[in-house]
Protein backbone atom coordinates (compact mmCIF):
# COMPACT_ATOMS: atom_id res chain seq x y z
CA UNK A 1 0.00 0.00 0.00
CA UNK A 2 2.68 2.24 1.00
CA UNK A 3 4.77 1.85 -2.41
CA UNK A 4 1.62 2.62 -4.11
CA UNK A 5 0.97 5.96 -2.23
CA UNK A 6 4.67 6.79 -3.18
CA UNK A 7 4.48 5.42 -6.75
CA UNK A 8 1.26 7.83 -7.14
CA UNK A 9 2.96 10.82 -5.73
CA UNK A 10 6.24 10.56 -7.87
CA UNK A 11 3.80 10.50 -10.70
CA UNK A 12 2.00 13.33 -9.37
CA UNK A 13 5.09 15.33 -9.25
CA UNK A 14 6.03 14.11 -12.48
CA UNK A 15 3.06 15.36 -13.64
CA UNK A 16 3.29 18.46 -12.08
CA UNK A 17 6.95 19.54 -13.67
CA UNK A 18 6.21 18.74 -16.77
CA UNK A 19 2.96 21.44 -16.58
CA UNK A 20 5.01 23.74 -15.36
CA UNK A 21 7.99 23.26 -18.10
CA UNK A 22 5.10 22.92 -20.58
CA UNK A 23 3.55 26.35 -19.35
CA UNK A 24 6.56 27.73 -19.10
CA UNK A 25 8.03 27.09 -22.95
CA UNK A 26 4.45 28.41 -23.82
CA UNK A 27 5.09 31.79 -21.92
CA UNK A 28 8.74 32.53 -23.62
CA UNK A 29 7.20 31.56 -27.11
CA UNK A 30 4.59 34.15 -26.54
CA UNK A 31 7.09 36.85 -25.68
CA UNK A 32 9.90 35.91 -27.77
CA UNK A 33 8.55 34.57 -31.63
CA UNK A 34 5.88 36.04 -33.67
CA UNK A 35 4.22 34.75 -37.54
CA UNK A 36 4.81 31.26 -38.51
CA UNK A 37 7.48 30.89 -35.64
CA UNK A 38 5.41 31.12 -33.12
CA UNK A 39 2.36 28.82 -34.24
CA UNK A 40 4.86 26.25 -35.43
CA UNK A 41 6.57 26.41 -31.87
CA UNK A 42 2.97 26.05 -30.01
CA UNK A 43 1.87 23.50 -32.36
CA UNK A 44 4.73 21.61 -30.60
CA UNK A 45 4.09 22.25 -27.15
CA UNK A 46 0.48 21.28 -27.59
CA UNK A 47 1.76 17.88 -28.89
CA UNK A 48 4.75 17.71 -26.02
CA UNK A 49 1.32 17.89 -24.15
CA UNK A 50 -0.80 15.18 -25.41
CA UNK A 51 2.32 12.64 -25.05
CA UNK A 52 2.41 14.05 -21.36
CA UNK A 53 -0.99 13.55 -20.94
CA UNK A 54 -1.04 9.93 -22.47
CA UNK A 55 2.40 9.24 -19.85
CA UNK A 56 -0.08 10.54 -17.28
CA UNK A 57 -2.99 8.03 -17.82
CA UNK A 58 -0.43 4.86 -18.77
CA UNK A 59 1.06 5.63 -15.35
CA UNK A 60 4.60 5.95 -17.02
CA UNK A 61 6.90 8.09 -14.48
CA UNK A 62 10.16 7.54 -16.49
CA UNK A 63 8.97 8.93 -19.51
CA UNK A 64 7.03 11.92 -18.20
CA UNK A 65 10.66 12.43 -16.59
CA UNK A 66 11.55 12.29 -19.71
CA UNK A 67 9.13 15.15 -21.05
CA UNK A 68 10.32 17.77 -18.58
CA UNK A 69 13.59 16.62 -19.37
CA UNK A 70 13.64 17.83 -22.84
CA UNK A 71 11.65 20.71 -22.61
CA UNK A 72 14.21 22.12 -20.11
CA UNK A 73 17.04 21.28 -22.64
CA UNK A 74 15.38 22.73 -25.14
CA UNK A 75 14.51 26.42 -23.15
CA UNK A 76 18.44 26.18 -22.30
CA UNK A 77 19.58 25.73 -25.88
CA UNK A 78 17.14 28.12 -27.16
CA UNK A 79 17.76 30.44 -24.02
CA UNK A 80 21.74 30.09 -24.77
CA UNK A 81 21.16 32.10 -27.99
CA UNK A 82 19.02 35.23 -26.65
CA UNK A 83 21.97 36.94 -24.99
CA UNK A 84 20.76 40.06 -22.59
CA UNK A 85 21.74 43.51 -24.08
CA UNK A 86 22.40 46.80 -23.14
CA UNK A 87 21.93 48.33 -26.04
CA UNK A 88 18.44 49.05 -26.43
CA UNK A 89 15.90 52.13 -26.48
CA UNK A 90 15.18 51.72 -23.09
CA UNK A 91 12.18 54.22 -21.01
CA UNK A 92 14.08 57.37 -19.90
CA UNK A 93 14.48 56.36 -16.17
CA UNK A 94 15.94 53.01 -16.83
CA UNK A 95 18.60 54.49 -19.78
CA UNK A 96 21.61 54.42 -17.33
CA UNK A 97 23.36 51.90 -15.47
CA UNK A 98 24.95 53.10 -12.20
CA UNK A 99 29.18 52.60 -12.94
CA UNK A 100 32.34 53.93 -10.80
CA UNK A 101 35.58 54.89 -11.49
CA UNK A 102 38.08 53.64 -8.49
CA UNK A 103 41.22 55.49 -7.45
CA UNK A 104 41.91 54.44 -3.52
CA UNK A 105 39.05 55.53 -1.36
CA UNK A 106 38.11 58.56 -4.27
CA UNK A 107 35.09 56.87 -5.66
CA UNK A 108 33.36 58.53 -9.04
CA UNK A 109 29.77 57.53 -9.52
CA UNK A 110 28.65 57.98 -13.18
CA UNK A 111 25.42 57.92 -14.18
CA UNK A 112 23.16 58.73 -10.90
CA UNK A 113 20.01 59.16 -11.28
CA UNK A 114 18.42 62.86 -9.94
CA UNK A 115 15.10 63.14 -11.37
CA UNK A 116 12.74 65.61 -10.46
CA UNK A 117 8.54 63.39 -10.47
CA UNK A 118 5.43 64.80 -10.81
CA UNK A 119 2.75 61.90 -10.76
CA UNK A 120 3.81 59.89 -13.80
CA UNK A 121 5.90 62.78 -15.73
CA UNK A 122 9.39 63.48 -14.70
CA UNK A 123 12.06 66.50 -15.40
CA UNK A 124 15.56 63.64 -16.31
CA UNK A 125 18.62 64.94 -14.65
CA UNK A 126 21.82 62.08 -14.87
CA UNK A 127 24.89 63.43 -12.60
CA UNK A 128 28.20 62.26 -11.55
CA UNK A 129 29.21 62.30 -7.67
CA UNK A 130 32.27 62.00 -6.08
CA UNK A 131 32.28 60.00 -2.62
CA UNK A 132 35.23 58.47 -0.56
CA UNK A 133 34.86 55.21 0.56
CA UNK A 134 36.46 55.81 3.91
CA UNK A 135 33.50 58.42 5.16
CA UNK A 136 30.56 55.96 4.56
CA UNK A 137 28.76 57.34 7.97
CA UNK A 138 25.10 55.37 7.41
CA UNK A 139 23.66 52.49 5.68
CA UNK A 140 19.84 52.32 5.11
CA UNK A 141 17.40 49.79 3.53
CA UNK A 142 14.43 51.11 2.21
CA UNK A 143 11.31 49.11 1.74
CA UNK A 144 8.85 49.89 -0.98
CA UNK A 145 5.08 47.45 -1.01
CA UNK A 146 2.08 48.02 -3.06
CA UNK A 147 -0.93 46.14 -1.71
CA UNK A 148 0.61 43.00 -1.20
CA UNK A 149 2.92 43.84 2.52
CA UNK A 150 4.48 40.21 1.79
CA UNK A 151 6.57 41.58 -1.22
CA UNK A 152 8.87 44.16 -1.12
CA UNK A 153 10.63 46.21 -3.49
CA UNK A 154 14.06 46.76 -1.67
CA UNK A 155 17.07 49.63 -2.19
CA UNK A 156 20.13 50.57 0.13
CA UNK A 157 21.25 54.19 0.62
CA UNK A 158 24.45 55.02 1.82
CA UNK A 159 25.31 58.27 4.12
CA UNK A 160 28.99 60.19 4.06
CA UNK A 161 30.76 62.56 5.97
CA UNK A 162 30.12 65.22 3.46
CA UNK A 163 26.28 65.01 3.38
CA UNK A 164 25.60 63.47 0.27
CA UNK A 165 23.20 60.09 0.20
CA UNK A 166 23.32 57.83 -2.76
CA UNK A 167 20.76 54.85 -3.01
CA UNK A 168 20.98 51.71 -5.01
CA UNK A 169 18.06 50.28 -6.25
CA UNK A 170 18.27 46.77 -8.62
CA UNK A 171 15.34 47.14 -11.12
CA UNK A 172 13.81 45.67 -14.34
CA UNK A 173 15.16 47.30 -17.74
CA UNK A 174 12.38 48.06 -19.94
CA UNK A 175 12.26 49.57 -23.37
CA UNK A 176 10.30 52.47 -23.66
CA UNK A 177 7.34 50.37 -25.41
CA UNK A 178 7.51 47.57 -22.60
CA UNK A 179 5.42 47.43 -19.44
CA UNK A 180 6.44 45.20 -16.71
CA UNK A 181 5.63 41.82 -17.10
CA UNK A 182 5.56 38.73 -14.01
CA UNK A 183 5.41 36.25 -16.61
CA UNK A 184 7.74 38.10 -18.65
CA UNK A 185 10.76 38.16 -15.73
CA UNK A 186 10.37 34.17 -16.14
CA UNK A 187 11.04 33.99 -19.70
CA UNK A 188 14.30 36.98 -19.98
CA UNK A 189 11.62 39.36 -21.57
CA UNK A 190 13.63 42.29 -19.39
CA UNK A 191 17.07 43.08 -18.50
CA UNK A 192 18.46 44.06 -15.36
CA UNK A 193 19.89 47.41 -14.22
CA UNK A 194 21.53 48.90 -11.20
CA UNK A 195 19.81 52.04 -10.67
CA UNK A 196 22.15 55.05 -8.57
CA UNK A 197 20.21 57.51 -7.38
CA UNK A 198 19.40 60.27 -5.32
CA UNK A 199 17.27 59.53 -2.66
CA UNK A 200 14.41 62.60 -3.37
CA UNK A 201 14.15 60.95 -6.55
CA UNK A 202 14.20 57.27 -6.07
CA UNK A 203 12.53 57.26 -2.58
CA UNK A 204 9.84 60.16 -2.92
CA UNK A 205 8.95 58.72 -6.19
CA UNK A 206 7.37 55.64 -4.57
CA UNK A 207 5.97 57.57 -1.47
CA UNK A 208 4.67 60.63 -3.56
CA UNK A 209 3.81 59.64 -6.95
CA UNK A 210 3.20 55.80 -6.89
CA UNK A 211 1.64 56.30 -3.54
CA UNK A 212 3.50 52.64 -2.39
CA UNK A 213 4.24 52.19 1.30
CA UNK A 214 7.89 52.38 1.89
CA UNK A 215 10.05 52.58 5.33
CA UNK A 216 13.54 53.28 5.96
CA UNK A 217 15.68 50.77 8.54
CA UNK A 218 19.13 51.90 9.22
CA UNK A 219 21.60 49.51 9.74
CA UNK A 220 23.97 48.94 12.74
CA UNK A 221 27.19 48.21 11.27
CA UNK A 222 30.93 49.01 11.21
CA UNK A 223 32.71 50.72 9.13
CA UNK A 224 34.53 48.34 7.59
CA UNK A 225 30.98 46.20 6.88
CA UNK A 226 29.75 49.61 5.31
CA UNK A 227 32.84 49.88 2.77
CA UNK A 228 32.09 46.01 1.80
CA UNK A 229 28.79 46.38 1.24
CA UNK A 230 29.00 49.74 -0.63
CA UNK A 231 31.84 48.17 -2.54
CA UNK A 232 29.75 45.11 -3.36
CA UNK A 233 27.25 47.31 -5.07
CA UNK A 234 29.73 49.26 -7.04
CA UNK A 235 31.16 46.55 -8.54
CA UNK A 236 27.93 45.02 -9.25
CA UNK A 237 26.96 48.18 -11.48
CA UNK A 238 30.60 48.01 -13.51
CA UNK A 239 29.55 44.28 -13.85
CA UNK A 240 25.98 44.20 -15.38
CA UNK A 241 27.31 47.53 -17.64
CA UNK A 242 30.60 45.04 -18.75
CA UNK A 243 28.27 42.20 -19.02
CA UNK A 244 24.36 42.30 -18.92
CA UNK A 245 21.87 40.07 -16.97
CA UNK A 246 18.88 39.05 -17.65
CA UNK A 247 15.99 39.95 -14.90
CA UNK A 248 14.31 37.06 -13.68
CA UNK A 249 10.78 37.37 -11.12
CA UNK A 250 12.36 35.06 -8.98
CA UNK A 251 16.56 34.82 -8.58
CA UNK A 252 17.72 38.06 -10.07
CA UNK A 253 14.79 40.89 -9.10
CA UNK A 254 14.85 42.92 -6.39
CA UNK A 255 15.82 40.75 -3.98
CA UNK A 256 19.33 41.31 -5.05
CA UNK A 257 19.81 43.73 -2.49
CA UNK A 258 19.18 41.58 0.73
CA UNK A 259 20.91 38.72 -0.76
CA UNK A 260 23.83 41.34 -1.53
CA UNK A 261 23.33 42.36 2.23
CA UNK A 262 23.61 38.99 3.70
CA UNK A 263 26.21 37.75 1.73
CA UNK A 264 28.25 41.12 2.45
CA UNK A 265 27.70 41.15 6.80
CA UNK A 266 29.22 36.96 6.81
CA UNK A 267 25.84 35.20 5.60
CA UNK A 268 27.18 33.59 2.26
CA UNK A 269 24.21 31.53 1.59
CA UNK A 270 20.87 32.77 3.23
CA UNK A 271 18.04 30.47 3.19
CA UNK A 272 15.90 32.37 5.69
CA UNK A 273 12.86 32.64 3.66
CA UNK A 274 11.93 36.72 4.35
CA UNK A 275 14.81 37.12 1.85
CA UNK A 276 12.86 35.88 -0.82
CA UNK A 277 9.42 37.09 0.79
CA UNK A 278 11.32 40.81 1.39
CA UNK A 279 8.24 42.40 2.53
CA UNK A 280 9.55 40.59 5.73
CA UNK A 281 13.07 41.53 5.28
CA UNK A 282 13.18 43.41 8.11
CA UNK A 283 12.73 40.88 10.42
CA UNK A 284 15.82 38.61 9.11
CA UNK A 285 17.75 42.01 9.77
CA UNK A 286 16.45 42.22 13.28
CA UNK A 287 17.06 38.41 14.13
CA UNK A 288 20.66 38.68 12.84
CA UNK A 289 21.57 41.88 15.01
CA UNK A 290 21.79 44.37 12.11
CA UNK A 291 19.17 46.55 13.36
CA UNK A 292 18.73 48.93 16.57
CA UNK A 293 19.29 46.33 19.28
CA UNK A 294 17.44 48.39 22.00
CA UNK A 295 14.39 48.73 20.38
CA UNK A 296 11.18 46.22 19.31
CA UNK A 297 10.68 45.27 15.59
CA UNK A 298 7.70 46.85 16.41
CA UNK A 299 8.53 50.16 17.27
CA UNK A 300 11.14 49.95 14.72
CA UNK A 301 8.80 49.68 12.15
CA UNK A 302 6.72 52.12 13.20
CA UNK A 303 9.86 54.46 13.20
CA UNK A 304 10.78 53.23 9.76
CA UNK A 305 7.22 53.98 8.10
CA UNK A 306 7.64 57.28 5.95
CA UNK A 307 5.02 59.81 4.95
CA UNK A 308 4.85 61.68 1.98
CA UNK A 309 6.85 65.20 2.19
CA UNK A 310 5.41 67.08 -0.79
CA UNK A 311 8.39 69.00 -3.26
CA UNK A 312 11.70 69.23 -2.28
CA UNK A 313 14.73 70.54 -4.02
CA UNK A 314 16.52 68.63 -6.43
CA UNK A 315 19.62 68.44 -4.56
CA UNK A 316 17.80 66.02 -1.99
CA UNK A 317 19.82 67.46 1.15
CA UNK A 318 16.93 68.50 3.20
CA UNK A 319 14.76 65.29 1.85
CA UNK A 320 17.13 62.66 3.43
CA UNK A 321 17.44 65.04 6.46
CA UNK A 322 13.72 64.69 6.81
CA UNK A 323 13.52 60.86 6.39
CA UNK A 324 15.47 60.31 9.12
CA UNK A 325 13.98 62.51 11.94
CA UNK A 326 12.34 59.57 13.35
CA UNK A 327 16.20 58.37 13.73
CA UNK A 328 17.95 61.04 15.78
CA UNK A 329 21.71 60.46 15.96
Do not use: C
Not at 187 to 206: K, P, S, T, Y
Not at 243 to 262: C, E, G, H, K, M
Not at 287 to 307: F, K, M, V
Amino acid sequence: MMRKALGGLGLAVAALAAALTLGWLWLAVGVHLTGAGRIAAEVGIGFAALVALSFLWRGSLVRLGAVTLVGVIVAQVWFAFVPASNDRVWAPELAHNVTADITGSTVVLHNIRNFVWADDSFTPAWESRVVDDDQITSVDLVTATWGNPWVAHTMISFGFADGQHVAFSAEIRRTKDEEFSVFGGLVRQFELVLIGADERDVIQMRTDSRDELASLFPLTLQPAQRKALFLSFVQFGNALAAQPQWYNTLTDNSTTVPFRIARALGDPLPLDWRIILSGRVQGYLYDRGWLRPDLSLAEIETRARLPEFGPMSPGGAAYSRAIRAAWPD
